[in-house]
């Protein structure tokens, strides 16, 4: 039986960030950055404002991510339902996305940051489509951290998208037999990404909102009051300690 100490959050003066042995430290974290409307609803902005800190917190927490030493950092940047929002909405948010990976790329590739998209990027606007493939490209002999970003990203189309080319292996005589959790794993948008061992939600909702959700079997969940623009290194040094509390026994004892 798990004990709730074990559960319990840890106090924010408990962590130092740095001072954590490798063994706590999450090799995978996942973020849902939520709460970037309300950060600005807040403060009588509009929601666009909200976003645009919520970019400054991808920069923080990218960077925060590296000395931390985790190796890969994915965000869930648009999911494959964000569709449903005001055109305008969709509109200054992949403005914000055309800004950071003109003017980010420079920064990643100093910190030897390899960047990699999941999700059906290729149904954005195809000037969006070059500047990430040419991204990837750029930052993909970088020997550093990864930093994934979802975009168009849901987990369903992502499961059902395998499915399909399995079956088609199938039918082209691979035997069914060789379908088991690690073909599915190759199949997936995250392969050869570390296993994922922390899923982080701002803004104090608890759903999983269609992200990672075969990746997440085993992952410690982590749902955060704090609003998405304000979440900081230290956020992710608290959140990092609570991951080193958690006794992981992946079905075991
Ligand atoms: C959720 O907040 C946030 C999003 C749907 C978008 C997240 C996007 C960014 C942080 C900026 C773009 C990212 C990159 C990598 C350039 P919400 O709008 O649903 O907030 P609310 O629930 O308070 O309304």
């Known amino acids: 039986m798990t004990s709730f100490a074990a559960r319990a959050p840890v106090p924010a003066h408990a962590d130092e960030p740095g001072l954590h042995s490798s063994a706590s430290i999450p090799r995978h974290v996942a973020i849902i950055m939520d709460g970037n409307g309300r950060w600005a609803k807040a403060r009588r902005l509009p929601r666009v404002a909200g976003h645009r800190q919520g970019v400054e917190a991808v920069r923080r927490i990218t960077r925060a991510a590296r000395e931390q030493g985790i190796e890969a950092l994915t965000l869930y940047a648009f999911s494959s339902e964000n569709w449903r929002r005001p055109e305008e909405e969709i509109g200054d948010l992949m403005g914000l996305l055309r800004h950071f990976l003109k003017n980010e790329i420079k920064e990643l590739t100093r910190e030897g940051v390899r ?3 999941l999700g059906n990027y290729r149904a954005l606007k195809a000037d969006l489509v070059e500047l990430i493939d040419d991204a990837v490209a750029r930052t993909a ?26 079956a088609e292996k199938v039918a082209a005589g691979m035997p069914v037999s060789a379908i088991d959790e690690a073909a599915i794993d190759r199949e997936l948008d995250t392969d050869g990404l570390p296993p994922l061992d922390l899923m982080i939600r701002t803004s104090g909702e608890q759903r999983l909102s269609n992200f990672l959700l075969w990746q997440a079997a085993y992952a410690e969940l982590l749902f955060v009051d704090t609003l998405w623009p304000d979440f900081d290194g230290e956020c992710l040094a608290q959140a990092i300690a ?4 958690r006794q992981r026994r992946f079905g075991g004892l």
């Not at 987990?155 to 059902?160: D, K, T």
């Not at 609570?242 to 509390?245: I, L």
């Open 141 to 166: 002999t970088n020997t550093g951290p990864i930093l994934a970003i979802a975009l168009n990203y849901g987990a369903q189309a992502e499961l059902v998208a395998a499915a399909r080319r399995l």
């Open 115 to 117: 960047l990699r998209i």
């Open 242 to 245: 609570a991951y080193g509390q």
